[in-house]
């Protein structure tokens, strides 16, 4: 079992910044993949970025160049820097650990945090 614990959401200006956490626990040695997706109201859940077991980072189009996924193995923890935040970004955002693959919507069978609100508006 894995469990993950976000924090970090809120309110932000458009361009401004917000730091998401993750704090992970549990069997984390199975985990292919970890990362953060996001669902806005109506929309279907999308994958934002990842860190696959190799080393390799992943992004969704839209964040690229703005979003920045990293982790640090000696606190457990996984974060997601946003940078020039558009009202467009505004969505829950969920903590992801999947040991078997990374899909664009993420499997429900994975591991998931319970989410965190921001929202980009003036």
């Known amino acids: 079992q894995v469990q993950l614990v976000e924090s970090g959401g809120g309110l932000a200006q458009p361009g401004g910044s917000l730091r998401l956490s993750c704090v992970v626990s549990g069997s984390t040695l199975s985990i292919y993949a970890m990362g953060w997706y996001r669902q806005a109201p109506g929309k279907q859940r999308e994958l934002v970025a990842a860190?696959?077991?190799?080393?390799?980072?992943k992004y969704g189009d839209s964040v690229k160049g703005r979003f920045t996924i990293s982790r640090d193995n000696a606190k457990n923890t996984m974060y997601l820097q946003m940078n020039s935040l558009k009202p467009e970004d505004t969505a829950v955002y969920y903590c992801?650990?999947?040991?078997?693959?990374?899909?664009?919507?993420?499997?429900?069978?994975?591991?998931w945090g319970q989410g965190t609100q921001v929202t980009v508006s003036s």
């Open positions: 860190i696959i077991s190799s080393g390799i980072l």
């Open positions: 992801n650990a999947d040991p078997v693959v990374l899909t664009s919507r993420g499997r429900e069978e994975a591991y």
